[in-house]
């Protein structure tokens, strides 16, 4: 591939577009010290894809850009475009479809670079790769730059056989034996995860397997599930659809019996008519009977009342019985002692009226002491006999009273 024609705009010292047409034979640029010589050749390095700003003479590869002088502001980017002739198709089979290439290369501040060929965004390996198989790039020996002589002479042997492979062609071989590492080693990092993730895989089949049996358990459940769920649904379909024909039945029995309480309840409306027009005579002996009744009511409550207290006397009248009874058999066991002691007195006295002599003085007194129990005697006997018709009176009140009650109420 020849060098066409190169193109440079706000590229170090040529601010404004720049066109140098490279014609075919030797082409020779002339021109005094800072007329930028040396930045055509470092502009065709950096097309072809230099990557060292210090190899650019600067401290950063955005110092490629025109930074301004006193009557020219400084540029936003910098472009270099760089044409090639493809007629012998030497280029990669990617960019191998046209005759011309165009390789460009532009730079923004804060953006960074990017590359096009023919119109297209490409890669930097891109442009390398493309520049290496037609033996030549950034770093090509052909590219000779101030005091490149003197390091050639001195350089070392491994610097002399790039030079040598570059001459011979064999240098994007170099390349594309790189390249082909990188992607073996990335090729193989990426086996390895591959061998990861299969062992992960076969760590997880048998859980997969185990959770498809389960999830097949799970339909076959599901399937039984929802037979049964139909089979239920149509169960009661039919439960209702007998309930619906028995409720039709009830509601047929139910308007009949409607219609015949809607006669009894016309009848009835007859009936009360009836009766409202015979109500007077019977409102008035209604009134009667209710005075009647409330007349009959009250002497009820009274006779009521009185009943309670007759109860309630007869309950004090046997309570008092009770005592008198209680009294009656005390002063009785002391009429049996009085008598006892009445007869043994009788007849200490008899003993003593045989022994009356010297003794007329006890005698006196044993007759005191007979004569007081007799007193005694006579009055637990009048107390008794007062209780008793007491208690007779009290019981006769009672029953009289019971009688009274249930005549009343009768």
Known sequence: MQFVRLRLQGFKSFVDATEIAIAPGLTGVVGPNGCGKSNLLEAIRWVMGETSAKAMRGDGMEDVIFAGAASRPPRAFAEVAILLDNAARRAPAGFNDADMLE???RIARDAGSAYRLNGREVRARDVRMLFADAATGAHSPALVRQGRISELVNAKPVARRAILEE????????????EATLKLDAAARNLGRVEEILDGLDARLATLDKQAKQAAR????A?????????????????AAGAAQAAETALTEATRAAAQAEAASLAAARARAEAEAAAPPAREEAMVAAAVRQRLTLEQAALDQKAEAAAEAARAAAQRLAQLRQDAEREAAL???AAETLARLTEETAEIARAREGHEAAHAALEAAAAAATETLAEAEAAYAEAAAEGARVAAESDAAARRRAETRA
């Open 223 to 239: 399937e039984a599930l929802r037979r049964a769920e139909l089979a239920l649904l149509v169960a009661r379909w039919r439960e």
């Open 167 to 178: 001459a011979a062609g064999v240098a994007g071989l170099h390349q594309r034996r790189h």
């Open 335 to 337: 009429n049996r002692d």
């Open 103 to 105: 390789v460009a290369r």
């Open 218 to 221: 799970y339909r076959a459940i």
